[in-house]
């Protein structure tokens, strides 16, 4: 068949994700012809301390705004509210915001539309859409290592802001080195990366000084600027970057670099 048809056929492509979102992009991508080697740098896991993301659900009354960052953070969120039985009803007394159409849509599956979404899927895109914020009280559940950024910048435009660890984002305690490097010498052409922890677990597994070299002949590919800068700052050469960041635009970017 005519590349037009099949056109990532041939294609060796590493995915990055966790285990329970890499199957979507594996997937899309396999349907295009390409061959797809899930190894996930990431795993997700609850707090290892809910007593933070407790007390917020149950202030939850207190507070003016409630930000979700990614679909995980909305996840366990959720999670934590049904565990501590409260209603999902108390969702509208509050203002949401949510980056990107994923996180967006996990916010509808409760039957509640977001206050608020920006039209670049990006933590800093947030804080330029919220007016008003002075003196609000805003609450931030993300990841354990995620970026000080977004609480700095809600900070400077006055608001009261909570963060609060909603899940954990670790090594995968069933990652193989050796696997990982037996793939790349038998040779991919492809390797995606959809956030700063997949790239920089890909890089620690590989050890860092090396990284460059073993990933000399594979053309690097990120969901978005901030995933592309964690993987600039080690040394990969990144020719895709999703826009706007979302699965399928990084799937159409991929398409597109192979054509060129």
Known sequence: MQMSTIPLSGMRVIVT?????????SKKLRNLGATTIEIPMIEILP????GQIDNSIQNLSK????????VHGVEFFLQRMAILQTPISCLNYVKIAAIGPATSAAI????RNPDYVPSEFLSASIVAGLDGLQGKRVLLPRADIASKKLPMQLRDKGASVDEVVAYQTVIPRELNCDRLRMVLESGVDMVIFTSPSTVRNFANALG????????????IACIGPVTAEAA?????DVSVIANPHTIDALVEAIISDRKI
């Not at 994700?17 to 992009?25: G, N």
């Not at 507070?63 to 990614?70: A, C, K, P």
């Open 208 to 219: 860092y000084v090396n990284v460059r070299k073993d990933l000399s002949n594979a053309t």
């Open 232 to 236: 600039k700052q080690l040394g990969m």
């Open 108 to 111: 509808q599956s409760i039957g």
């Open 17 to 25: 994700r966790s285990v329970d979102q890499a199957t979507i992009l």
């Open 63 to 70: 507070y003016d705004w409630v930000i979700f960052t990614s």
């Open 47 to 50: 707090p290892s301390d809910t």
